[in-house]
């Protein structure tokens, strides 16, 4: 029993050490009460990317920009990204508020969702997409990057804000 135990642990440990070095694939997306809950226990921006289905450049952004290694990299090492539709018909809840599309689901072709307008009303591009936006720990809008984003520009922009 003891040899299938250093075996195993073994196996496990040099698996471990070997997939560390590999580049990361994907983002690692969380839901918006989980990024809201780490961003404020470990004092780190959250990373939220509104798009919405049928949106050419939302969908380009999503396989190449955000597909980038380099861009996937910087965004698990540095923020709690959070991927939404911007007109989902979910009700969503941050800072200890709830949201709502306040389109009936029943006309079809959704409105924009109350918490995309809450955040982004301040931007100077309203109702844009796709739409990044960056908050702290305070549940403060620190940064508006509205539009398509090829990676070299999306990199510089987050490189500018970890400065």
Not at 36 to 59: A, H, R, W
Request: some cysteine; overall charge positive; hydrophobic content about 35%.
């Amino acid at each position: 029993m003891k040899q299938l135990t250093v075996v195993l642990c073994f196996f496990f440990l040099s698996f471990s050490v070997f997939s560390q070095g590999q580049e990361q694939k994907e983002i690692h997306w969380l839901s918006i009460e989980n990024a809201e809950e780490l961003t404020e226990k470990y004092k780190s921006d959250m990373f939220v990317f509104f798009f919405i289905n049928g949106c050419p450049q939302c969908k380009k952004m999503k396989a190449e920009t955000l597909k980038n290694p380099e861009i996937v990299k910087l965004i698990n090492e540095n923020f709690f990204p959070v991927m939404l539709n911007a007109r989902t018909k979910d009700t969503l809840e941050f800072n200890g508020k709830r949201y709502f599309n306040q389109q009936p689901i029943a006309h079809g072709k959704s409105f924009r969702h109350d918490l995309y307008h809450e955040l982004v009303k301040d931007g100077k591009y309203q109702y844009v997409y796709p739409y990044i936006i960056i908050i702290n720990g305070k549940h403060q809008v620190t940064n508006y990057i509205p539009g398509f984003f090829p990676k070299e520009r999306l990199k510089r922009s987050l490189q500018k804000l970890l400065k």
